[in-house]
């Protein structure tokens, strides 16, 4: 029948040829200019050398799949049992991974949580100077002058005059801040708003509202000063004239 038309007439591919490319062994892709010479028809094409058939090289668009291969199964089978052993390790690694993290950080909460409890055991101390301290013989005192030596350790100054002595509390009477004596004005003058005591005590100058305040004094068995600053004298109640707020010697 092909063999009675013009040969000059393109050709159309057969619907059956076509289905029957899709399903059968691969051949060159059809009409094309150098698969189909001029004036031959296709079913008179001699068989060519079938080349390997492609997505883009089959006619139609549809693509022929490749004759199943047992040793070919057996190679695709191999690397899926692989992926799923190489899996099954990965979850495996993860399981163990991220459950160590669980612990350490459990185990760190725990530990934080018991230091915490564990610090309320204790309670806050807060360490001061002893209220009662020896602050040395009184030969050791020259006369007429202010005695510094204990003022950072136990806050007061030991005054030496001609009749005894007498301890002041280093605490200005204003505001509670610390005087300093000033040997070449003969006077305590707070550093913090101004205030002056005289070598007595007294106050007079800035806006300190009274004296300073005088700490027990006394001689120890051994024969040293013994200070007490828990017991206070305040000049302004008359205190400075009791028994204890001054050592005669
Ligand atoms: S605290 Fe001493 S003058 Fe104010």
Same mark, same amino acid.
């Given at each position: 029948m092909a063999d009675e038309k013009d040969p000059s007439t393109p050709k159309e591919p057969a619907a059956g040829a076509a289905s029957a490319a899709a399903g059968a062994t691969p051949t060159r892709p059809p009409d094309t200019a150098a698969a189909h010479? /001029? =004036? +031959? /028809?296709a079913g008179s094409t001699p068989p060519l050398p079938t080349p390997p058939m492609t997505a883009a090289s089959a006619p139609g668009g549809v693509q022929a799949a490749p004759a199943p291969r047992s040793n070919a199964a057996t190679g695709a089978a191999a690397p899926a049992a692989a992926k799923t052993a190489e899996a099954d390790g990965v979850s495996r690694r993860g399981f163990l991974k991220w459950t160590t993290v669980g612990w350490v950080a459990f185990s760190a909460a725990c530990t934080s949580g018991l230091v915490a409890s564990t610090r309320f055991l204790f309670p806050n101390v807060l360490f001061e100077p002893p209220q009662s301290f020896k602050v040395g013989f009184p030969s050791e005192y020259t006369v007429g002058e202010v005695d510094t030596r204990w003022k950072d350790a136990y806050g007061v100054w030991i005054v030496r005059n001609s009749d005894g002595f007498y301890a002041l509390i /280093?605490?200005? +009477?204003?505001? =509670?801040c610390s005087p300093n004596w000033l040997a070449a004005e003969n006077k305590f003058k707070c550093p913090c708003h101004g205030s002056g005591f005289y070598k007595t005590g007294i106050n007079f100058e800035g806006p300190a509202p009274r004296p300073l305040e005088r700490a027990r004094i006394v001689l120890s068995d051994d024969g040293q000063i013994l200070v007490d600053k828990s017991v206070k004298f305040q000049a302004e109640k008359g205190e400075? +004239?009791? *028994? *204890?707020?001054f050592l005669k010697v």
């Amino acid at each position: 029948m092909a063999d009675e038309k013009d040969p000059s007439t393109p050709k159309e591919p057969a619907a059956g040829a076509a289905s029957a490319a899709a399903g059968a062994t691969p051949t060159r892709p059809p009409d094309t200019a150098a698969a189909h010479p /001029a =004036g +031959t /028809a296709a079913g008179s094409t001699p068989p060519l050398p079938t080349p390997p058939m492609t997505a883009a090289s089959a006619p139609g668009g549809v693509q022929a799949a490749p004759a199943p291969r047992s040793n070919a199964a057996t190679g695709a089978a191999a690397p899926a049992a692989a992926k799923t052993a190489e899996a099954d390790g990965v979850s495996r690694r993860g399981f163990l991974k991220w459950t160590t993290v669980g612990w350490v950080a459990f185990s760190a909460a725990c530990t934080s949580g018991l230091v915490a409890s564990t610090r309320f055991l204790f309670p806050n101390v807060l360490f001061e100077p002893p209220q009662s301290f020896k602050v040395g013989f009184p030969s050791e005192y020259t006369v007429g002058e202010v005695d510094t030596r204990w003022k950072d350790a136990y806050g007061v100054w030991i005054v030496r005059n001609s009749d005894g002595f007498y301890a002041l509390i /280093a605490v200005c +009477t204003h505001l =509670g801040c610390s005087p300093n004596w000033l040997a070449a004005e003969n006077k305590f003058k707070c550093p913090c708003h101004g205030s002056g005591f005289y070598k007595t005590g007294i106050n007079f100058e800035g806006p300190a509202p009274r004296p300073l305040e005088r700490a027990r004094i006394v001689l120890s068995d051994d024969g040293q000063i013994l200070v007490d600053k828990s017991v206070k004298f305040q000049a302004e109640k008359g205190e400075w +004239t009791k *028994e *204890e707020s001054f050592l005669k010697v």
